[in-house]
C-alpha cells in the first residue's frame, strides 16, 4: 500500500492534481485524500483551489457539481459507474407544471441530483446548508427535490414557507429502521443519537440531534455522552474514531453506500496516470445549473 500512495503522490505532482474525498468512500482511499469532507465542503473547497486538475473520490454527481463550478479545470473521477440513484428519482413534467400552476414558486433541488435537475432548478443545497439556504429564498413555495426526507426536514425549520415536496429517498438512509434504533437504544440506554436528515421522519423523531455528515462529527466531539448511536453511512466511523476515541459508536443497521465503495486506491492510480473518466458536460443546461450552485454558495455564506 505505501508504494501505491508513493506512487499516487508521485502522479499528483505531475499532473498539477488534488485529491478530494467523501467521508462515505474507503478509508483507504482517504488515506491518499488532500482534503476529505462532505458534499458541499468539497464542492466550495474545489472553486478555491490552485491545481488544474482535481480527482474527485465520490459519486458522479459530485463530480459534475466540481466540473460546473470549474469549467475550465480537469475534473477526474476514479469510477464513473458511482452513481447515486436518488439523483434520478425526479419527473420533469412535474416540475413544469408546478412552475406553470404555483405562484411564487422556487424549485429547489438537493446536491444529490442529475445535472439535468439542477438546470431546472433555482438553487441547489446540501443537507449542510439546506434551512439557511430556503430560509434566505424569496419565495414563499418550496418545492424540493428529490428528497422527502431531508425536505421534510427543512419544512419543519422555516414553517414560514409552504413546501411541495418530491417522493425521492436515499436507499441507504431509509434503510435505517426504527426497530434497528430502539434496539440500539436498549443496548445503550445512555447514548446520544445522532441522525442524518436523510433519514426516515421516525427516525429523526427519536434523534437527540439531526445534521449534516460534518455536523455529525462536529456534534459527536462536542458531546459528553461515551457512546452515540449514529444514523448515518458507516464510512464516517473512520473521522468519528479518529477524533474521538474514547467513545462507543454504534451504527443502526450498519447502512453502507455500495457506490462510494466501488472508488479505489488503484483506480486513482489510473485516472492520473491516463487522464480517463474525466468529467465532460454537453447538456444545454449548463448555464443554469451552475448558477443554481452559484446561488447556493453564495446563500450559505
Known sequence: MNQLLGEIERLKQEKDAVILAHYYVEDRVKTAADYVGDSYYL?????????RTIVLCGVTFMGESVKLLNPDKTVLMPDLSAGCPMAEMYDLAEIRRLKGEVADLAVVCYVNSTLELKGQSDVCVTSANAVKVVRGMPQRNIYFVPDENLGGFV?????EKQFILHNGSCCVHTGIRTADLEQARRDYPNAEVLSHPECRPEILALSDYIGSTSGILKRAGESTAS????????????ELKRSCPDKTFVFPGERVCASMKKVTLEKIREVLRGGSNEIRITDGNTEQAAATLERML???N
Open 43 to 51: 464542492a466550495r473547497l474545489a472553486t478555491e483551489l490552485p491545481q
Open 155 to 159: 419544512a419543519q425549520q422555516v414553517p
Open 227 to 238: 457512546e452515540l448511536i449514529i444514523c448515518t453511512e458507516m464510512g464516517i466511523l473512520d
Open 298 to 300: 453564495l446563500l450559505a
